[in-house]
Antibody, heavy 120, light 110 residues
Framework: QLQLQESGPGLVKPSETLSLTCTVSGGSISSTSSYWGWIRQPPGEWLEWIGNIYYSGSTYYNPSLESRVTISVDTSKNQFSLKLSSVTAADTAVYYC????????????WGQGTLVTVSS | QSALTQPPSASGSPGQSVTISCTGTSSDVGGYSYVSWYQQHPGKAPKLMIYEVIKRPSGVPDRFSGSKSGNTASLTVSGLQAEDEADYYCCSFAGSNNLLFGGGTKLTVL
């Protein structure tokens, strides 16, 4: 069974860059059948897709966030990462990493999520 | 405001069936067979219940089923059980490598 675990700072200052890493265990991030994604959920609100990456490095981003988002993969460490620049309080959310099933549109395995608060 | 429209709440008694709708446009729900549904209990990560409109991942009870008609997708939960009480979110491919989520529906088991 695949397991995913997010890690990174829980507090980021406005205008700085949010950086999170997702460590995958129980399977290989180089699997040809999965994409790896980031999804976030502001407190009390709905889910928002941030973007996906394939092990080859191909990326797909939410158009509304694309100018600020970078997702990268490190196959040697079985990890993928998220960077979100120029953050504001609106970026405060629980950030989840996940892996897909049947292409890149459905997320089967999820991390537990990590709360990132943007505040000075 | 979320891109896909879901009713904020739904309810049913144990053993009954309940259907949750997810309305989009011909550019997302209506244009592709890539609608998925997630169950989320408070403080927990979402759980995939349905993908590609009608498919169930391994381990998901067949009490959960999905369908789509035009620009509206639906999740039906049959034989409601207490543990089905949760928030449910739909998600659709929207072309141009974009994924959209709905605003969520709180399902209450009476």
């Amino acid at each position: 069974q695949l397991q995913l675990q997010e890690s990174g700072p829980g507090l980021v200052k406005p205008s700085e860059t949010l950086s999170l890493t997702c460590t995958v265990s129980g399977g290989s991030i180089s699997s040809t059948s999965s994409y790896w994604g980031w999804i976030r959920q502001p407190p009390g609100e709905w889910l928002e897709w941030i973007g996906n990456i394939y092990y080859s490095g191909s990326t797909y981003y939410n158009p509304s966030l694309e100018s600020r988002v970078t997702i990268s993969v490190d196959t040697s460490k079985n990890q993928f990462s998220l960077k979100l620049s120029s953050v504001t309080a609106a970026d405060t959310a629980v950030y989840y990493c996940a892996s897909t099933i049947g292409g890149y549109t459905a997320f089967e395995w999820w991390g537990q999520g990590t709360l990132v608060t943007v505040s000075s | 405001q979320s891109a896909l429209t879901q009713p904020p709440s739904a309810s049913g008694s144990p053993g009954q069936s309940v259907t949750i709708s997810c309305t989009g446009t011909s550019s997302d729900v209506g244009g592709y067979s890539y609608v998925s549904w997630y169950q989320q209990h408070p403080g927990k990560a979402p759980k995939l219940m349905i993908y590609e409109v009608i498919k169930r991942p391994s381990g998901v009870p067949d009490r959960f089923s999905g369908s789509k008609s035009g620009n509206t997708a639906s999740l039906t939960v049959s034989g409601l059980q207490a543990e089905d009480e949760a928030d449910y979110y739909c998600c659709s491919f929207a072309g141009s490598n974009n994924l959209l989520f709905g605003g969520g529906t709180k399902l209450t088991v009476l």
